[in-house]
């Protein structure tokens, strides 16, 4: 398809997203089955295109004073592809499959390109709900950390370390360009091709054979900030599809009990194939079988218990732009509330001495300090380390700006550390 074709399907796409309301990966699959002329280089620059509307929607909507996706396209090509404005029109040419040309009320509008009043959270390309829960959590940083989640993400690994070592791996790969994680100690980085296009790892043997394992750095992070040591009894409360349980059980070189459960056995599924395919042992999955608790023998006898919250997932925004206008104002108290009840359930399975880490992939306090302090609050037998001593006790001193700024626990952002954002809080329940 000639590159303005594909601006038109993407603008159709973006218009289905907003007539039926429906997730962007859903609306691509349906554009791809229904249009099977498309080839697959194709449909993944017409993903871009979708995705990268929707990481710069507020400024491109702003700039365009519209809110047709048409406009929105217009303005993410400007925004996020850096396009002049010659460029921009020259795709907007009306002819064959490009879009129509535009109008003169669109080409003085992106002539302008003017944001210079527009308020913080066009300018960080957040939901306006969102704007004083930015403000709180980052103060003067909202539009930096706003701008920087807004921005497309590189594919991070971590090598599994049961099967491979990060040299091996690091020449393994290196026809994909892969470098050196700054802060993961078993991750590496491939940079995004041009105009988003990723690295085909399916097609990778290291993969294939499970030495490797796509993770952001800020979940390795986190997982390694856990501190799981061969020989412990580990619970994994929300493991889902796996990703933390994983580096866990590599952490745990195999050895020791790593019990893996989810309130949603849906969500466990494809754990099963890859534990194999990691070689992963020490890993007992236990599925939620009608009202009884599956891990009600664990009670007190853990002596690592991780949470890793279901939240907004905020953080994750740079790699799922579609979540941030998708997610609504009571999903915000609903998350709070489940995370307190996961932080209850989960404390149950410490052994005085034992530790429980408090995980999240949102950036907001009040998913994440707010969540600590009300459970220190009722829970006088927990405490928190200060960020100081995670750090170094998981030999992660180099992570700068990492304690925050609103309580014990750590925060990671994508501004700061260019990775996804995450909370990590370590609790010890005292002996
Ligand atoms: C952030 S996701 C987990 C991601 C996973 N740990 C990974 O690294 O791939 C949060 C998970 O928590 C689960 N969950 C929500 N409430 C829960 C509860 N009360 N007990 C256990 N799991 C829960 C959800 O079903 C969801 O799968």
Request: glycine fraction near 10%; proline fraction near 5%; charged fraction near 25%.
């Amino acid at each position: 398809m000639h590159p303005s074709a594909r601006i038109s399907a993407a603008i159709e796409i973006l218009e289905d997203l907003e007539t039926r309301r429906r997730p962007a990966s859903d609306a691509l699959k349906d554009w791809g089955l229904s249009h099977r002329f498309a080839g697959s280089k194709d449909r993944a620059a017409i993903a871009s295109l979708v995705y990268d509307a929707l990481r710069r929607r507020a400024g491109a909507r702003y700039l365009m004073q519209s809110e047709a996706p048409r406009a929105e396209m217009i303005g993410a090509l400007a925004l996020a592809r850096d396009m002049t404005a010659d460029e921009v029109e020259s795709h907007f040419s009306g002819v064959g499959h490009a879009p129509a040309p535009l109008t003169d009320e669109e080409r003085a509008h992106l002539r302008a390109k003017n944001l210079a009043d527009a308020p913080d959270w066009v300018l960080g390309d957040y939901p306006e709900w969102l704007a004083p829960h930015f403000a709180r959590a980052f103060g003067d940083e909202a539009v930096a950390e706003g701008r920087a989640l807004a921005a497309r993400a590189p594919l991070d690994l971590r090598v599994n370390a049961l099967k491979a070592t990060r040299p091996e791996m690091l020449a393994e790969l290196a026809h994909l360009g892969a470098q050196t994680c700054r802060f993961a100690p078993f991750g590496l980085r491939i940079a995004q091709g041009a105009a988003g296009r990723g690295a085909a790892l399916d097609a990778e043997p290291a993969y294939a054979r499970g030495m490797v394992e796509i993770q952001d750095e800020g979940s390795q992070v986190a997982a390694a900030l856990c501190r799981a040591a061969p020989g412990e009894k580990v619970l994994d409360l929300c493991a889902g599809g796996g990703g933390k349980t994983l580096a866990l059980a590599a952490a745990m070189d195999n050895q020791g009990e790593l019990f893996a459960t989810d309130s949603d056995g849906r969500r466990l599924t494809p754990i099963f194939s890859r534990l194999e395919r990691a070689g992963v042992k020490n890993v007992t999955v236990r599925a939620p079988r009608g009202k009884a608790d599956p891990v009600a023998d664990l009670e007190g006898a853990c002596d690592l218990v991780v949470i890793d919250a279901p939240c907004t997932g905020v953080g994750t925004w740079r790699r799922n732009p579609d979540a941030k206008w998708r997610t609504r104002p009571g999903a915000l108290e609903q998350r709070q509330a489940g995370q307190d009840e996961v932080l209850r359930r989960g404390a149950r399975h410490v052994r005085p001495g034992g530790r429980l880490v408090y995980v999240t992939c949102s950036l907001l306090r009040e998913e994440n300090e707010d969540r600590l302090a009300a459970f220190l609050g009722e829970n006088a037998d927990f405490s928190c380390e200060n960020a100081a001593e995670t750090l170094s006790r998981a030999g992660l001193e180099g992570l700068d700006g990492a304690a925050s700024p609103h309580g014990p626990g750590l925060r990671l952002t994508p501004a700061r550390h260019d990775v996804d954002g995450f909370f990590v809080a370590l609790l010890q329940r005292n002996g």
